[in-house]
């Protein structure tokens, strides 16, 4: 397994470009799943989950061709409908191939995602909404057997505005009969990117961004044709905390101040310099790094998939700063590997109270998901005292397009190495 090794204590400085989003991704190339033809898609990142999705939709018969930067797909042929256990372990998200599958084909046999490190990660809300569509589903030997003759629109009310939740049943009710309504939506960005994507197929959907999103089924599709995916707001502002705790200069291009606005009003309440440039975002870190409190909570508020990081920041600024996870019950594990680093972290139920040091201290540590590995790595490029080691940086790979190429771009000096 490979390891990041990381010298902090290096302003980073200089340029550098997001990649496209790995959660705007994932649901537009399921949702090639729903019309055959050759379907188009720009920007798509090259991370460990995309080869995942693709690997489980090629095993269903579907041909994916990658031709100057564009992931063409055709799904004419679906040969079989089922996502299997030792792929979908790997990546929950498969749960996305549900939706399209039964408005396609009319079934579907998806493993049932397990937990993560996060959470335990359920899918209820997914097959509630489906049950009200006319899905019949069981469980059997761990796979979501999904059946429906007649897939019709329905009213739903999301008990929580899942992300992939609103995805998923957005895809099916482009394939019903009738009108569909979701309320308690999710109003993500990556929501809406999916929406457009769906609209340029073909699809009458209106309400996306908003909580409540109406789908009129049952219009004849054609496949996509170069959609661009929005860009990854998580790794932009993956980047601004890296300027931050490092008190550089990073000029972040792609990403979009209106993805962004909760991450920027608590950087620049933390003494981030941020400015709006024509195509991104300049970053300039404090010299004093100031504590703030942020709470995670859905789109528009303050992102759970940057709170690890955020918290990387807080180690090191001046006084002391609450961190509360709202969203995921589990999602602190990034705190045990700081405090290896020297960080004062103590955590009260969903809350991280953070005291700040002046500095982390290099140290082996061990990453344990997608976004806690982020923050270690942010952590890493801050420490003082010798060289931060990274282990099982495959998490970070199933998010993050070559992060350390990108950094060391930004002058740290952090290298990849076998582990
Ligand atoms: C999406 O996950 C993202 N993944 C996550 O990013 C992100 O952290 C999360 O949204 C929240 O923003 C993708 O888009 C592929 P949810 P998702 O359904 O859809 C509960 C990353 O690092 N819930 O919005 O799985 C759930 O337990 C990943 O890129 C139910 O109870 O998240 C959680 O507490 C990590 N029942 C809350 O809702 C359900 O049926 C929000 O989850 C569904 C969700």
Same mark, same amino acid.
């Given at each position: 397994?490979?390891?990041?090794?990381?010298?902090?204590?290096?302003?980073?400085?200089?340029?550098?470009?997001?990649?496209?989003?790995?959660?705007?991704?994932?649901?537009?190339?399921?949702?090639?799943?729903?019309?055959?033809?050759?379907?188009?898609?720009?920007?798509?990142?090259?991370?460990?989950?995309?080869?995942?999705?693709?690997? *489980?939709?090629?095993?269903? $018969?579907?041909?994916?061709?990658?031709?100057?930067?564009?992931?063409?797909?055709?799904?004419?042929? *679906?040969?079989?409908?089922?996502?299997?256990?030792?792929?979908?372990?790997?990546?929950?998200?498969?749960?996305?191939?549900?939706?399209?599958?039964?408005?396609?084909?009319?079934?579907?046999?998806?493993?049932?995602?397990?937990?993560?490190?996060?959470?335990?990660?359920?899918?209820?809300?997914?097959?509630?909404?489906?049950?009200?569509?006319?899905?019949?589903?069981?469980?059997?030997?761990?796979?979501?057997?999904?059946?429906?003759?007649?897939l019709r629109g329905a009213d739903i009310f999301f008990d929580i505005p899942t992300v992939t939740g609103t995805e998923n049943i957005m895809m099916a009710a482009v394939g019903a009969k009738g009108k569909t309504v979701l309320?308690?939506?999710?109003?993500?960005?990556?929501?809406?990117?999916?929406?457009?994507?769906?609209?340029?197929?073909?699809?009458?959907?209106?309400?996306? $961004?908003?909580?409540?999103?109406?789908?009129?089924?049952?219009?004849?599709?054609?496949?996509?044709?170069?959609?661009?995916?929005?860009?990854?707001?998580?790794?932009? $502002?993956?980047?601004?905390?890296?300027?931050?705790?490092?008190?550089?200069?990073?000029?972040?291009?792609?990403?979009?101040?209106?993805?962004?606005?909760?991450?920027?009003?608590?950087?620049?309440?933390? $003494?981030?310099?941020?400015?709006?440039?024509?195509?991104?975002?300049?970053?300039?870190?404090?010299?004093?790094?100031?504590?703030?409190?942020?709470?995670?909570?859905?789109?528009?508020?303050?992102?759970?998939?940057?709170?690890?990081?955020?918290?990387?920041?807080?180690?090191?600024?001046?006084?002391?700063?609450?961190?509360?996870?709202?969203?995921?019950?589990?999602?602190?594990?990034?705190?045990?590997?700081?405090?290896?680093?020297?960080?004062?972290?103590?955590?009260?139920?969903?809350?991280?109270?953070?005291?700040?040091?002046?500095?982390?201290?290099?140290?082996?540590?061990?990453?344990?998901?997608?976004?806690?590995?982020?923050s270690l790595i942010l952590a890493g490029l801050e420490a003082r005292g010798g060289t931060t080691e990274v282990r099982r940086v495959y998490h970070l790979d199933r998010g993050y397009e070559a992060l350390e190429k990108k950094?060391?771009?930004?002058?740290?000096?952090?290298?990849?190495?076998?582990?």
């Open positions: 397994m490979e390891k990041m090794l990381i010298e902090g204590g290096r302003p980073l400085k200089g340029t550098v470009t997001v990649s496209g989003a790995k959660n705007a991704a994932l649901p537009a190339i399921a949702a090639c799943l729903l019309t055959g033809g050759w379907h188009s898609i720009k920007d798509v990142p090259r991370l460990k989950d995309i080869q995942t999705i693709k690997s *489980i939709m090629t095993k269903m $018969g579907v041909i994916f061709k990658e031709e100057d930067g564009v992931l063409r797909i055709n799904s004419d042929e *679906i040969k079989e409908h089922v996502a299997p256990y030792d792929l979908v372990r790997t990546m929950r998200a498969s749960i996305l191939l549900l939706g399209p599958l039964v408005a396609r084909l009319g079934r579907a046999s998806i493993s049932m995602p397990g937990g993560c490190a996060i959470g335990a990660r359920p899918v209820d809300l997914h097959l509630k909404a489906l049950a009200a569509m006319g899905v019949e589903m069981f469980l059997d030997k761990g796979y979501i057997n999904a059946k429906v003759d007649n309320r308690n939506s999710a109003k993500e960005p990556e929501v809406s990117d999916l929406a457009r994507m769906l609209r340029s197929m073909g699809a009458r959907i209106e309400g996306d $961004g908003t909580d409540t999103i109406v789908i009129e089924g049952n219009q004849d599709l054609h496949p996509a044709e170069g959609h661009t995916l929005v860009p990854d707001r998580i790794e932009s $502002g993956t980047f601004m905390i890296a300027s931050a705790i490092t008190g550089g200069e990073i000029m972040i291009d792609g990403c979009r101040y209106e993805h962004l606005a909760s991450v920027i009003e608590k950087l620049q309440a933390a $003494g981030a310099r941020i400015e709006k440039r024509e195509k991104g975002l300049f970053v300039a870190g404090p010299r004093v790094i100031q504590s703030v409190d942020i709470e995670t909570m859905p789109f528009p508020g303050f992102p759970t998939d940057l709170q690890a990081q955020f918290m990387a920041l807080m180690c090191v600024a001046n006084g002391s700063s609450i961190i509360r996870e709202t969203v995921f019950e589990n999602r602190f594990i990034h705190v045990s590997e700081l405090k290896r680093m020297g960080a004062d972290i103590s955590i009260h139920g969903n809350q991280a109270i953070v005291r700040g040091r002046d500095h982390l201290l290099a140290a082996p540590v061990m990453a344990t998901d997608l976004r806690a590995s982020a950094f060391q771009s930004l002058g740290a000096r952090i290298w990849r190495v076998p582990g």
